[in-house]
């Protein structure tokens, strides 16, 4: 059964900054690796995705995936108040029919 | 961009009650999804579908049944509620998973549950 950690459970970041979020789980076969954000009293929404090693930038925000450490990571650049969100990472699991979540880090970015 | 709607959007119900929380997708997705959220655990699985008449049992499904009646329609059960259900629930949905895994979920709005 896939297991999908997410550190640290919150941050509190000063605007402009960097914010790095980390995710590992335990299935070294999965394909899918993805963040999803959701906002105070909204419903979570994909943010980025990836399936290969390595690293994908779009806009303000990067993903590092490095499958032979089981982790990945979400990095958010220039860091915004309305980036001030709960961010979900997920992971597919063996059948790659679904997405197991992590437990969510809670990010604050202080003007 | 994909709309799945869910209802109702609030319920209170108390120990061993029946209720029925509904979800439907109007983006031809064959995918569709239930996950509770609490507190410290982030999104869980309950079950999952992915098409009209099929289920799977996903990581937590102790205490709840689920229906695909069609491919825009998936219904949660919960004969005999605890307050240990008491929770936040997500519908989502997909297409089917591409080459290289999964696609995209989309979300509906949530229904709040409270099992008093």
């Known amino acids: 059964q896939q297991k999908v950690q997410q550190s640290p459970e919150s941050l509190i970041v000063p605007e402009g900054a960097m914010t790095s979020l980390n995710c590992t789980f335990s299935?070294?076969?999965?394909?899918?690796f993805a963040w999803y954000r959701q906002h105070s009293g909204k419903a979570p929404k994909a943010l980025m995705s990836?399936?290969?090693?390595g690293e994908k930038e779009e806009g303000r925000f990067t993903i590092h995936l490095n499958k032979a450490s089981l982790h990945f990571s979400l990095h958010i650049r220039d860091s915004q108040p309305s980036d001030s969100a709960l961010y979900l990472c997920a992971v597919s699991d063996q059948g790659g029919r679904a997405l197991i979540f992590g437990t969510g880090t809670t990010v604050s970015v202080s003007p | 961009e994909a709309a799945v709607t869910q209802s109702p959007r609030n319920k209170v119900t108390v120990t061993g009650g029946n209720v029925t929380l509904s979800c439907r997708q109007t983006n031809s997705h064959n995918y569709m999804y239930w996950y509770r959220q609490d507190t410290g655990h982030g999104l869980r699985l309950i079950h999952y579908?992915?098409?009209?008449?099929?289920?799977q049992i996903g990581d937590v499904p102790d205490g709840y049944k689920a229906t695909r009646t069609t491919q825009e329609d998936f219904f949660l059960l919960l004969e005999l509620a605890s307050p240990s259900q008491t929770s936040l629930y997500f519908c989502a949905s997909s297409d089917a998973p591409g080459a290289t895994g999964q696609n995209t979920l989309y979300f509906g709005a949530g229904t709040r549950l409270s099992v008093l």
């Open positions: 579908s992915y098409g009209a008449g099929n289920l």
């Open positions: 990836i399936f290969s090693n």
């Open positions: 299935d070294s076969a999965s394909q899918y």
